[in-house]
Protein backbone atom coordinates (compact mmCIF):
# COMPACT_ATOMS: atom_id res chain seq x y z
CA UNK A 1 0.00 0.00 0.00
CA UNK A 2 1.22 3.35 -1.11
CA UNK A 3 1.51 5.98 2.00
CA UNK A 4 -0.71 8.82 2.39
CA UNK A 5 1.80 11.18 4.09
CA UNK A 6 6.04 10.50 3.66
CA UNK A 7 8.67 13.20 5.42
CA UNK A 8 11.85 12.01 4.55
CA UNK A 9 15.03 13.82 6.81
CA UNK A 10 13.24 16.84 7.38
CA UNK A 11 14.91 19.40 8.81
CA UNK A 12 13.31 23.01 9.74
CA UNK A 13 15.22 26.17 10.80
CA UNK A 14 13.86 29.64 12.01
CA UNK A 15 14.83 32.83 10.56
CA UNK A 16 18.00 34.14 12.18
CA UNK A 17 18.75 30.96 13.78
CA UNK A 18 21.49 28.92 12.53
CA UNK A 19 20.65 25.55 13.96
CA UNK A 20 17.44 23.75 13.07
CA UNK A 21 14.72 23.36 15.77
CA UNK A 22 14.11 19.96 13.90
CA UNK A 23 16.37 17.70 12.35
CA UNK A 24 16.60 14.72 10.13
CA UNK A 25 13.00 13.76 10.38
CA UNK A 26 11.33 10.95 8.84
CA UNK A 27 8.41 8.65 8.76
CA UNK A 28 5.37 7.97 7.06
CA UNK A 29 1.47 6.80 7.18
CA UNK A 30 -0.88 4.96 5.29
CA UNK A 31 -4.06 5.12 4.54
CA UNK A 32 -6.55 4.46 7.66
CA UNK A 33 -3.57 3.94 10.17
CA UNK A 34 -2.40 5.85 13.20
CA UNK A 35 0.91 7.22 14.12
CA UNK A 36 2.24 8.42 17.48
CA UNK A 37 4.70 11.14 17.07
CA UNK A 38 5.96 10.93 20.39
CA UNK A 39 8.58 13.52 22.85
CA UNK A 40 8.90 15.61 25.85
CA UNK A 41 8.10 19.16 25.53
CA UNK A 42 9.94 21.50 23.55
CA UNK A 43 11.13 18.44 21.47
CA UNK A 44 9.63 19.81 18.06
CA UNK A 45 6.53 17.63 17.79
CA UNK A 46 3.74 20.40 17.30
CA UNK A 47 6.50 22.60 14.86
CA UNK A 48 6.92 19.28 13.00
CA UNK A 49 2.97 19.05 12.66
CA UNK A 50 2.33 22.76 11.93
CA UNK A 51 5.59 22.55 9.16
CA UNK A 52 3.38 19.65 6.72
CA UNK A 53 0.95 22.08 5.50
CA UNK A 54 3.13 25.64 6.04
CA UNK A 55 1.41 26.98 8.97
CA UNK A 56 4.75 28.20 10.62
CA UNK A 57 5.90 31.71 10.00
CA UNK A 58 6.58 32.84 6.58
CA UNK A 59 10.37 33.02 7.09
CA UNK A 60 10.31 29.67 8.45
CA UNK A 61 13.21 27.74 6.55
CA UNK A 62 13.87 23.86 5.32
CA UNK A 63 17.17 23.11 4.65
CA UNK A 64 16.69 19.58 4.13
CA UNK A 65 14.37 16.99 3.42
CA UNK A 66 10.88 16.79 1.93
CA UNK A 67 7.60 16.37 2.54
CA UNK A 68 4.80 14.17 0.48
CA UNK A 69 0.90 13.97 0.21
CA UNK A 70 -0.12 11.25 -1.92
CA UNK A 71 3.00 11.58 -3.53
CA UNK A 72 3.56 15.17 -4.39
CA UNK A 73 5.82 17.29 -2.71
CA UNK A 74 4.32 20.40 0.01
CA UNK A 75 7.64 22.41 0.73
CA UNK A 76 7.15 23.95 -2.78
CA UNK A 77 3.76 23.70 -3.12
CA UNK A 78 2.14 26.88 -3.47
CA UNK A 79 -0.48 28.65 -1.28
CA UNK A 80 -3.27 27.79 -3.37
CA UNK A 81 -2.18 23.98 -3.71
CA UNK A 82 -2.17 24.69 0.53
CA UNK A 83 -5.15 25.68 0.80
CA UNK A 84 -7.00 23.17 -1.03
CA UNK A 85 -5.54 20.26 1.81
CA UNK A 86 -5.59 22.78 4.87
CA UNK A 87 -9.23 22.10 6.71
CA UNK A 88 -10.15 19.25 3.82
CA UNK A 89 -8.59 16.33 2.66
CA UNK A 90 -6.15 16.94 5.90
CA UNK A 91 -8.00 18.38 9.01
CA UNK A 92 -6.20 19.45 12.09
CA UNK A 93 -7.33 19.67 16.06
CA UNK A 94 -5.04 22.15 17.38
CA UNK A 95 -3.69 22.06 20.85
CA UNK A 96 -5.87 24.55 22.79
CA UNK A 97 -9.13 24.81 21.94
CA UNK A 98 -9.60 27.95 23.67
CA UNK A 99 -7.05 29.54 21.32
CA UNK A 100 -8.21 27.88 18.22
CA UNK A 101 -12.27 28.78 18.74
CA UNK A 102 -12.69 31.95 18.10
CA UNK A 103 -14.36 33.78 21.06
CA UNK A 104 -16.61 35.97 19.06
CA UNK A 105 -18.35 33.94 17.15
CA UNK A 106 -21.29 30.51 17.78
CA UNK A 107 -20.49 27.42 16.96
CA UNK A 108 -22.63 27.37 13.84
CA UNK A 109 -20.61 29.93 12.19
CA UNK A 110 -17.53 28.62 12.72
CA UNK A 111 -18.22 24.91 11.95
CA UNK A 112 -20.23 27.00 8.93
CA UNK A 113 -16.86 28.45 7.80
CA UNK A 114 -14.94 25.69 7.03
CA UNK A 115 -18.31 24.35 5.22
CA UNK A 116 -18.40 27.63 3.19
CA UNK A 117 -14.88 27.23 2.20
CA UNK A 118 -14.69 24.25 0.81
CA UNK A 119 -18.03 22.68 0.13
CA UNK A 120 -19.29 25.47 -0.88
CA UNK A 121 -22.35 25.30 1.99
CA UNK A 122 -23.96 27.88 3.52
CA UNK A 123 -27.56 28.70 5.01
CA UNK A 124 -29.94 25.40 5.85
CA UNK A 125 -27.16 23.03 4.15
CA UNK A 126 -24.35 24.14 5.97
CA UNK A 127 -26.65 24.45 9.33
CA UNK A 128 -27.41 20.54 8.82
CA UNK A 129 -24.03 19.37 8.26
CA UNK A 130 -23.02 21.14 11.59
CA UNK A 131 -25.65 19.35 13.22
CA UNK A 132 -24.24 15.92 12.02
CA UNK A 133 -20.97 17.12 12.97
CA UNK A 134 -22.35 17.94 16.85
CA UNK A 135 -23.65 15.06 16.83
CA UNK A 136 -20.86 12.70 15.25
CA UNK A 137 -18.88 13.67 18.09
CA UNK A 138 -21.28 12.91 20.97
CA UNK A 139 -22.44 16.69 21.70
CA UNK A 140 -25.88 16.63 23.58
CA UNK A 141 -28.45 18.72 22.47
CA UNK A 142 -26.55 19.85 19.09
CA UNK A 143 -29.66 21.56 18.33
CA UNK A 144 -28.69 24.00 21.22
CA UNK A 145 -25.03 24.25 21.15
CA UNK A 146 -25.34 25.78 17.40
CA UNK A 147 -25.98 29.01 19.26
CA UNK A 148 -23.47 28.78 22.33
CA UNK A 149 -20.37 30.04 22.24
CA UNK A 150 -16.86 28.39 23.42
CA UNK A 151 -16.76 29.84 27.06
CA UNK A 152 -20.30 28.64 27.66
CA UNK A 153 -18.57 24.78 27.33
CA UNK A 154 -17.12 22.28 29.03
CA UNK A 155 -13.04 21.86 28.17
CA UNK A 156 -14.19 18.18 26.77
CA UNK A 157 -17.11 19.82 24.72
CA UNK A 158 -14.48 22.55 22.98
CA UNK A 159 -12.53 19.24 22.25
CA UNK A 160 -15.45 17.35 20.52
CA UNK A 161 -15.68 20.51 18.68
CA UNK A 162 -12.69 21.65 17.46
CA UNK A 163 -13.01 17.46 16.04
CA UNK A 164 -16.40 18.33 14.44
CA UNK A 165 -14.17 21.48 12.61
CA UNK A 166 -11.55 19.34 11.72
CA UNK A 167 -13.81 16.43 10.45
CA UNK A 168 -16.22 18.32 8.73
CA UNK A 169 -14.84 17.81 5.22
CA UNK A 170 -14.01 14.20 5.63
CA UNK A 171 -10.35 14.51 5.82
CA UNK A 172 -8.17 11.39 4.48
CA UNK A 173 -6.07 12.22 7.39
CA UNK A 174 -6.42 14.21 10.91
CA UNK A 175 -3.38 15.41 12.75
CA UNK A 176 -4.38 15.53 16.56
CA UNK A 177 -1.62 17.81 18.44
CA UNK A 178 -2.24 17.01 21.87
CA UNK A 179 -5.71 16.35 21.75
CA UNK A 180 -6.30 15.60 25.27
CA UNK A 181 -4.46 18.51 27.10
CA UNK A 182 -5.62 20.26 30.29
CA UNK A 183 -8.86 17.27 30.25
CA UNK A 184 -9.27 15.32 33.41
CA UNK A 185 -8.29 11.67 33.11
CA UNK A 186 -11.92 10.86 32.59
CA UNK A 187 -12.57 13.05 29.93
CA UNK A 188 -9.15 12.03 27.96
CA UNK A 189 -10.32 8.60 27.81
CA UNK A 190 -13.27 9.14 26.26
CA UNK A 191 -11.69 11.88 23.69
CA UNK A 192 -9.51 8.93 22.61
CA UNK A 193 -12.19 6.71 22.40
CA UNK A 194 -14.45 8.78 20.29
CA UNK A 195 -10.97 9.54 17.73
CA UNK A 196 -10.75 5.24 17.77
CA UNK A 197 -14.37 4.77 16.63
CA UNK A 198 -14.30 7.86 14.05
CA UNK A 199 -11.25 6.70 12.32
CA UNK A 200 -13.14 3.02 11.94
CA UNK A 201 -16.16 4.69 10.60
CA UNK A 202 -14.67 7.33 8.42
CA UNK A 203 -11.46 5.22 7.60
CA UNK A 204 -9.36 8.24 8.31
CA UNK A 205 -5.19 7.93 9.01
CA UNK A 206 -4.60 9.92 12.66
CA UNK A 207 -0.97 11.49 13.05
CA UNK A 208 -1.33 11.67 17.46
CA UNK A 209 0.94 13.76 18.32
CA UNK A 210 1.65 13.86 22.38
CA UNK A 211 4.25 13.79 25.24
CA UNK A 212 2.06 10.95 26.60
CA UNK A 213 3.26 7.35 26.43
CA UNK A 214 0.05 6.27 28.32
CA UNK A 215 -1.85 7.84 25.65
CA UNK A 216 -0.02 5.80 23.20
CA UNK A 217 -1.00 2.43 24.69
CA UNK A 218 -4.35 2.88 24.32
Known sequence: MSSLLRVENLSIRFAGQQEPVVKGVSF????GTTLALVGESGSGKSVTALSLLKLLPEQTEYPAGEVFYQNKPLIGASERELR???GNRIGYIFQ???TSLNPLHTLEKQ???TLRLHRGLSGSKARERALELLHLVGIAQPERRLKSYPHELSGGQRQRVMI????????????ADEPTTALDVTIQQQILELLQELQQKLGMAILLI???LNIVRR
Open 28 to 31: EIEP
Open 84 to 86: QLR
Open 96 to 98: EPM
Open 111 to 113: IGE
Open 164 to 175: AMALANEPELLI
Open 210 to 212: THD
